[in-house]
Nanobody
Framework: QVQLVESGGGLVQAGGSLRLSCAAS????????VGWFRQAPGKEREFVAG????????YYADSSKGRFTLSRDNAKNTVFLQMNSLKPEDTAVYYC?????????????????WGQGTQVTVSS
């Protein structure tokens, strides 16, 4: 069993940065791929970025490519999403998800474990 807890969300002005963390319990986490998704009010949950178990492979949605960077520290059971040059359209609840997936999946249904989410609000 894996439990995920996101943190690092908040209110930031457009152009600013935030670093989200996804801390996990459970030894299996270090062997799992991790995805970040977001959901804005009235919209479907969408893929933001994903990373494989070793951190050697990352995938980004077009909307986050070049601005967001995903990394992981398996010794600390934590995945980090560095978000730079934030835009108002990045405003959403951000969720991390994990699962024994290879390669990294962009589809939310492929992930077995989910965190509770952290709110990111970008003001214009």
């Amino acid at each position: 069993q894996v439990q995920l807890v996101e943190s690092g969300g908040g209110l930031v002005q457009a152009g600013g940065s935030l670093r989200l963390s996804c801390a996990a319990s459970g030894r299996a986490f270090s062997s799992y791929s991790v995805g970040w998704f977001r959901q804005a009010p009235g919209k479907e949950r969408e893929f933001v970025a994903g990373i494989n178990w070793s951190g050697g492979t990352t995938y980004y949605a077009d909307s986050s490519k070049g601005r967001f960077t995903l990394s992981r520290d398996n010794a600390k059971n934590t995945v980090f999403l560095q978000m730079n040059s934030l835009k108002p359209e990045d405003t959403a609840v951000y969720y991390c998800a994990a699962g024994p997936i290879s390669p990294v999946a962009r589809t939310s249904s492929r992930y077995d474990y989910w965190g509770q989410g952290t709110q990111v609000t970008v003001s214009s």
